[in-house]
C-alpha cells in the first residue's frame, strides 16, 4: 500500500506546496493538501485529497483541520509548505496551549514528532541567532559578527566588524527581517522597526545577528535528510532574482560546490535535521568559501526542480520512509551545470525576459488549472 504525506500551508501565493503534489504523486505517495481556499496549491490536479482552512483561523481552527485530515487519512508526514506552519508545529510540539493538549494526545502529537525530527533542535536550526551560535560553535563557517538583543549591542558588534553589515531578525517570514545598515542610523532604524512576529516564537523580546555584509553570491542547497543524514541534494546558485536583489532566485545554475554539500551534511547530522530542507550560504568573493546564512525545514520552490537533473527528493523520502537504502545520486558533480528559469517566478520578474526565451523553463504544462492560476495570481514573495 502506498505511503500517504499530508502538505501544510498558509502560504498564498508559494511555489513550493503547489509544484511537489506532482513530485511526491511520481515517487509513489498517496498526497493530501491542506492549505487557504485561495493559495496556488489549492489548484494542483497532483492530490488525492484537499482540506481547507478557514479564513483567518485560529490556532484551535488551524489544529483541529489538520488533526480531522490526519485521523480520515492516517498520513505517515506531514510536510510543512511555508515557514508560519513550520514555526506553528514546533509550537503544538514545544509548548502547545493546555487547550489543545487532548487533540494533541489522539495521535496527532506523534505525528508532528515524526514529521519534524527532534523539536528542539528544528527551532535551533530555524531561529537565525541560535543557529549562528552553533555554527560557531561547531566549526561551521559564518561572517564575522554576533547576536544582539537592542541596539546598543548591535553598534557594538558594528564597532567591531565594520561597516557594512547585515542585521538579521531571529525570525522571518519570506524573507522578512534582513537589512543591510550603511551606519549606526541604519541599525538603530532596523532594531526599532521589528514588530511582533504574526507566528510562534520561544521568546517574547527578538534578538537579531549582527553581521559583516559580504557582497558575494548567495547560493542554496535543497536536500532530503532522515534522521540527521543527507539523503540526496544539490546546490544551485542564483542568476536573477525576484523580488530585489535579496529575494529568492527566479533564473538559477545547478552547480557542484563540494564544500557546501559538505557544511550541509554537518548541519544534517549536527542539528538532527529530518524531512525536506534548504541550507543557505554566501559564497565569499575573496576565498570561494561558503559562509552558513540560514536554513529552511521545509520544501523550498527549488525542491521539485531536482528530478530534472536526476537527483529527484521525493524519490529520496519515499525510500527514506520505508527504510529502504537510496541509491540515486547524492548530489551534483564538481562545477557548473544546467540553467533554469523558474515559472512563476521569472515571469513575475520581467514577463519579457530574455532567459524565458533562451533557456527551459519548468512551466507546469501538464497542470492547467495550476499554470493558469499562477498567470493569474498578484505576487507577494514565493517562498
Known amino acids: 500500500m502506498r505511503g500517504t504525506v499530508l502538505i501544510v500551508t498558509m502560504g498564498i501565493d508559494y511555489v513550493a506546496p503547489a509544484r511537489m503534489p506532482r513530485e511526491l504523486k511520481q515517487a509513489g505517495f498517496r498526497v493530501g493538501l491542506i492549505a487557504p481556499e485561495n493559495a496556488l496549491a489549492s489548484h494542483t490536479r497532483h492530490v488525492d485529497f484537499r482540506g481547507r482552512f478557514p479564513e483567518a483561523p485560529s490556532l484551535h481552527d488551524w489544529t483541529r483541520t489538520i488533526a480531522n485530515a490526519a485521523e480520515a487519512a492516517a498520513p505517515e508526514l506531514i510536510l510543512p509548505g511555508d515557514d508560519f506552519t513550520v514555526r506553528t508545529l514546533l509550537q503544538l510540539a514545544l509548548a502547545p496551549p493546555t487547550e489543545l493538549v487532548s487533540m494533541l494526545d489522539g495521535g496527532l502529537g506523534a505525528l508532528i514528532g515524526t514529521s519534524l525530527g527532534d523539536a528542539a533542535r528544528c527551532l535551533q536550526a530555524i531561529d537565525k541567532t541560535r543557529l549562528y551560535e552553533y555554527a560557531v560553535a561547531a566549526g561551521i563557517a559564518v561572517a564575522d559578527g554576533g547576536v544582539a538583543t537592542n541596539s546598543t549591542e548591535a553598534i557594538a558588534i558594528a564597532a567591531r ?36 512576529s504574526s507566528a510562534w516564537t520561544p521568546q517574547s523580546m527578538p534578538r ?15 536536500s532530503l535528510a532522515w534522521n540527521g543524514l543527507e539523503v540526496a541534494g544539490f546546490t544551485r546558485s542564483r542568476l536573477a532574482t525576484h523580488p530585489g536583489p535579496l529575494g529568492p532566485g527566479s533564473v538559477v545554475q545547478f552547480v557542484g560546490i563540494p564544500a557546501v554539500a559538505a557544511a550541509t551534511r554537518a548541519l544534517c547530522a549536527g542539528l538532527g535535521i529530518h524531512g525536506f530542507a534548504g541550507t543557505q550560504f554566501l559564497l565569499d568573493p575573496e576565498s570561494g568559501q561558503p559562509l552558513l546564512v540560514e ?61 524565458l526565451r533562451e533557456l527551459p523553463c519548468d512551466m507546469p504544462w501538464d497542470d492547467p488549472a495550476l499554470l493558469l492560476a499562477m498567470t493569474k495570481a498578484a505576487f507577494r514573495a514565493p517562498a
Open 161 to 196: 566588524v565594520g561597516y557594512p553589515l547585515v542585521v538579521r531578525r531571529d525570525f522571518g517570514l519570506s524573507g522578512s527581517g534582513v537589512t543591510r545598515c550603511p551606519d549606526d542610523a541604519a541599525v538603530r532604524a532596523a532594531m526599532s522597526k521589528a514588530v511582533p
Open 208 to 222: 537579531f545577528v549582527v553581521q559583516r555584509w559580504i557582497d558575494g553570491p548567495i547560493v542554496t542547497r535543497p
Open 295 to 355: 536554513i529552511n525545514r521545509r520544501m523550498l520552490p527549488a525542491t521539485h526542480s531536482g528530478s530534472r537533473i536526476g537527483i529527484d527528493l521525493a524519490a529520496a523520502l519515499a525510500t527514506a520512509s520505508r527504510g529502504v537504502p537510496w541509491t540515486g545520486p547524492r548530489d551534483l558533480p564538481d562545477g557548473p551545470g544546467p540553467r533554469l528559469a523558474l515559472f512563476p517566478q521569472e515571469w513575475y520578474r520581467a514577463p519579457e525576459s530574455r532567459w
